[in-house]
């Protein structure tokens, strides 16, 4: 999956996990793009561990995945991130 297709998949996936997982966050729209791209790759690698599939393209099952791992990481992040 190419560099643009990452970050497309990684911006809906966070503005989606964001939705899904409101709070305030640290770092606004930047940190949610990174945290939705970072959590694309983890839900891509724990789900191919898990033998479910792999992030593979723009397809729903990618952005499910995706966005299960943008979820993850947006939790871990408000759990143990930095306090503003």
Known sequence: MG???WIIVGLI????AKALHPGKDPGGF???????IAGA??????SSFLGFGTVDGFN?????????????LLF???KFGTKA
């Open 76 to 78: 871990l992040y408000r």
């Open 60 to 72: 729903m099952g990618s952005l499910f995945i995706a966005i299960v791992g943008a979820v993850l």
């Open 41 to 46: 790759v983890v839900g891509g690698w724990i």
């Open 13 to 16: 996936a966070g503005a989606i």
């Open 3 to 5: 560099i643009l297709t």
């Open 30 to 36: 930047i940190i949610t793009v990174l945290i939705g």
